[in-house]
């Protein structure tokens, strides 16, 4: 079973786009097989965009991501997933999509979504440990 990693960021919290956000990829007919509230600790946040470490907005975007609460929901489809999502700046993604539909600023872009299989499997083992398996 392929499994995507879905965050959704603590201003989609903080605005009240949890149900909402949920409602879509249920909607789709992925299914929900995770979900935890948070409020992400800076350590796992910096592992998490480790790769984005040499960027200029790297600080900002960890003070972004535990600035509070964060919910965390597992579920199928990596592609998928990200095209629900929509592109990075929240200005290019197409009307229809969550960050088209909900956002404007690439640095308050609502939501996650796990850029590959591997990635999808490697996050889920990070933040819900024990789940991946139980799924497989
Ligand atoms: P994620 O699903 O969060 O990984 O987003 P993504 O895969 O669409 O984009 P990417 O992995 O390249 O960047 C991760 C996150 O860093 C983005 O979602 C933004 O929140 C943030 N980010 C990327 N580029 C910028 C930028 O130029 N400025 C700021 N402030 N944040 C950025
Ligand atoms: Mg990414």
Redesign the pocket.
Known sequence: VEQTYIMIKPDGVQRGLVGEIISRFERKGFKLTGLKLFQCPKELAEEH?KD?QS?P?FP??ID?ITSGPVAWEGVGVVASARKL?GA?NPLNAEPGTIRGDLAVQ??R?VV??S?SPDNGKREIGEFFPGLAQVVE
Do not use: V
Request: charged letters at 20%; hydrophobic letters at 25%; glycine letters at 14%.
């Open positions: 965009y984005l960027k907005f900002k975007l972004y999502i990075t690439t640095g872009n996650h979504g850029d």
